[in-house]
């Protein structure tokens, strides 16, 4: 495993133990980067309308296309460290 999957793994741990939870902008800022780290690029169909939440996580997702699984985990390591993590 490289060292930025490493930190990222650690990351995904730490980022469960915040002093306080994120606003929501933060979380879907959170879950974007992660599964642009984990997943790579948005896959499958956009949720129905009435599911806000998964729409919004979706398009979050979605917004960071294109985006390299290294630089998303690096991103998402350095907000978890910013948060207190």
């Known amino acids: 495993m490289s060292d930025i999957s490493t ?3 650690k990351a995904a741990e730490d980022v469960k133990k915040l002093p ?3 606003d929501n902008d ?3 800022k959170l879950y974007a980067l992660y599964k642009q780290g984990s997943d790579g690029d948005v896959a499958g169909p956009k949720p129905g309308f009435f ?3 998964g ?3 979706y398009e979050a997702w979605a917004k960071l ?3 390299r699984s290294e630089d998303a985990m690096q991103k ?3 907000l978890v460290s910013k948060l207190g993590g």
């Open 65 to 67: 296309k294109g985006t």
């Open 26 to 28: 933060t979380l879907l």
């Open 7 to 9: 930190r990222f793994e």
């Open 51 to 53: 599911d806000f939440v």
């Open 55 to 57: 729409t919004a996580k």
């Open 20 to 22: 306080e939870r994120p």
């Open 76 to 78: 998402y390591i350095d």
